[in-house]
């Protein structure tokens, strides 16, 4: 148990017997009042993301986790398959599990398994990935702002500016889908 002031962006907490992930932690201090933590949470379970306010001195349970580093190797039907770079031991999931991380699969992406008394209880992406643009409507001038539907090399798609064709490398921001730059 920890206090609600120790809680920090990434502690997984269970709340109602369910767990959730910290994404932002605000500690709010009103003119009239006591003290607050306010924290944006999503749910490890169904990914839905909630807002969250404890009062300082509330306590709150922080479950021990583990964080491991793995890349994905390959898809063979419905199971995805997965290596720790240095211990070269491999996971497997089914796209249920990956749900969130689903779109952004591609050969040897790092992405960080989050573990939780020795089960796999999430899978969290970094903040932005790099994709080759394989087929989009040719580039062309427009209005500022615009964008079009691009494929990537893993097939899904991602709306991009109107400028971008394909063979171009694009960044893609993971936690909205949007376009952030050309890569």
Same mark, same amino acid.
């Given at each position: 148990?920890?206090?609600?002031?120790?809680?920090?962006?990434?502690?997984?907490? *269970?709340?109602?017997?369910?767990?959730?992930? #910290? @994404?932002? #932690?605000?500690?709010?201090?009103?003119?009239?009042?006591?003290?607050? %933590?306010? +924290?944006?949470?999503?749910? @490890? *379970?169904?990914?839905? *993301?909630?807002? %969250?306010?404890?009062?300082? !001195?509330?306590?709150?349970?922080?479950?021990?986790?583990?964080?491991?580093?793995?890349?994905?190797?390959?898809?063979?039907?419905?199971?995805?398959?997965?290596?720790?770079?240095?211990?070269?031991?491999?996971?497997?999931?089914? *796209?249920?599990? /990956?749900?969130? !991380?689903?779109?952004? @699969?591609?050969?040897? +992406?790092?992405?960080?398994? @989050?573990?939780?008394?020795?089960? +796999?209880?999430?899978?969290?992406?970094?903040?932005?990935? =790099?994709?080759? %643009?394989?087929?989009?409507?040719?580039? =062309?001038?427009?209005?500022?702002?615009? /964008?079009?539907?691009?494929?990537?090399?893993?097939? $899904?798609?991602?709306?991009?500016?109107?400028?971008?064709? $394909?063979?171009? #490398? !694009? #960044?893609?921001?993971?936690?909205?889908?949007?376009? /952030?730059?050309?890569?």
């Amino acid at each position: 148990m920890i206090t609600a002031t120790q809680v920090r962006v990434g502690n997984v907490l *269970k709340i109602d017997g369910h767990l959730y992930r #910290v @994404l932002k #932690v605000q500690h709010i201090t009103p003119g009239k009042g006591n003290a607050q %933590v306010q +924290a944006d949470i999503r749910n @490890l *379970k169904t990914g839905i *993301k909630t807002n %969250v306010r404890f009062r300082s !001195v509330e306590s709150v349970e922080d479950i021990e986790t583990d964080e491991r580093q793995v890349t994905f190797l390959y898809q063979d039907g419905p199971t995805y398959h997965f290596m720790d770079p240095k211990t070269y031991e491999q996971f497997e999931f089914q *796209k249920e599990f /990956l749900e969130d !991380v689903f779109r952004y @699969l591609k050969p040897e +992406a790092p992405f960080t398994l @989050l573990n939780c008394e020795g089960n +796999a209880i999430s899978m969290t992406l970094p903040q932005r990935m =790099s994709f080759t %643009v394989t087929e989009c409507d040719p580039p =062309s001038k427009g209005m500022a702002g615009a /964008l079009k539907e691009a494929k990537v090399e893993n097939g $899904s798609m991602f709306r991009v500016p109107l400028f971008i064709k $394909s063979g171009d #490398v !694009v #960044v893609i921001d993971t936690e909205t889908g949007d376009y /952030l730059e050309k890569g």
